[in-house]
C-alpha cells in the first residue's frame, strides 16, 4: 500500500497539470507524451524521467512557441522560438538563454545573423536593416557594436571602429567606383550652456 493518500496524488496531479502519454516503471513521464501545464501552457514531445528531455513543442499561452531541442526542463541545443511580437529565432540554446550561433528576425523585418551571448548579439554577427537596406557586419560586445566593423550601404561601405553602436576614431569610406576617403570619427564635446549635447563629426584625413 502507497504511503501518499488519494488526496496527495490529486494535489500532485493538480501541481503538474494534465498528461496523456508515456510513463516509465516509476510512473514518471518517460518518452512521448503531451502535457497541459497549470497555468494553460501545453507541451508535446518527449520526456526523461519526468523532464522535457528531447524534442519537442511547447505553446505558451500568450502566443509564442518554441520548436526545438530539451535538456532536463530546459531549451539546450538547437530550436526554433517564436515570440508574441512577431520576432523569432532559429539558431543554438545553452540552458533556456541564446547562445552560439543563430539568427534573429525582429518585427520590423531587421534580422541579425551571428553569434549570442546571453541572450545578447555578442561576437561576430551581420545585422541587416530591413527598411535602408543597410548592413552591418562586424564585432559585438553585449548587443551593441562594438570594436572593429563596417557599414555596407547600396553604393559605399564604411570600415572603421565602433563604440556604443556609434562609428568613433580611425576609418575610412569605401565607394563602388574605387575611391576611398581615410579620417577619423570625433565626439565633439557638449555645450550645457546651449543644450547641444556633442555629436560625431568626421574628419577627413586631409583636414588634420
Given at each position: 500500500m502507497s504511503d501518499t493518500g488519494s488526496d496527495d496524488l490529486e494535489n500532485e496531479r493538480n501541481k503538474l497539470g494534465e498528461y496523456e502519454g508515456d510513463r516509465n516503471a516509476e510512473g514518471e513521464r518517460h518518452g512521448v507524451g503531451r502535457a497541459v501545464l497549470p497555468n494553460g501552457d501545453i507541451y508535446q514531445g518527449h520526456y526523461e524521467n519526468g523532464m522535457r528531455h528531447g524534442s519537442g513543442t511547447y505553446y505558451f499561452?500568450?502566443?509564442?512557441?518554441?520548436?526545438?531541442?530539451?535538456?532536463?526542463?530546459?531549451?539546450?541545443?538547437q530550436?526554433?522560438?517564436?515570440?508574441?511580437?512577431?520576432?523569432?529565432?532559429?539558431?543554438?540554446?545553452?540552458?533556456?538563454?541564446?547562445?552560439?550561433?543563430?539568427?534573429?528576425?525582429?518585427?520590423?523585418g531587421d534580422m541579425y545573423d551571428g553569434e549570442w551571448l546571453h541572450h545578447l548579439r555578442h561576437g561576430q554577427g551581420l545585422?541587416?536593416?530591413?527598411?535602408t537596406g543597410s548592413k552591418y557586419k562586424g564585432s559585438w560586445v553585449n548587443g551593441n557594436m562594438e570594436s572593429g566593423g563596417e557599414?555596407?550601404?547600396?553604393?559605399?561601405?564604411?570600415?572603421?571602429?565602433?563604440?556604443?553602436?556609434?562609428?568613433?576614431?580611425?576609418?575610412?569610406?569605401?565607394?563602388?567606383?574605387?575611391?576611398?576617403?581615410?579620417g577619423e570619427f570625433q565626439q565633439t564635446e557638449p555645450d550645457e550652456s546651449d543644450g547641444d549635447a556633442g555629436v560625431l563629426k568626421w574628419i577627413p584625413n586631409c583636414m588634420k
Open positions: 499561452k500568450n502566443g509564442a512557441r518554441y520548436v526545438g531541442d530539451y535538456y532536463q526542463n530546459m531549451k539546450h541545443g530550436g526554433l522560438f517564436y515570440y508574441p511580437d512577431g520576432s523569432k529565432y532559429e539558431g543554438s540554446w545553452d540552458k533556456d538563454v541564446r547562445k552560439g550561433h543563430g539568427v534573429y528576425t525582429y518585427p520590423n545585422y541587416h536593416f530591413h527598411e557599414y555596407i550601404h547600396c553604393n559605399h561601405r564604411y570600415k572603421g571602429i565602433f563604440a556604443n553602436n556609434k562609428p568613433l576614431g580611425p576609418g575610412k569610406y569605401v565607394f563602388d567606383n574605387g575611391c576611398e576617403q581615410g
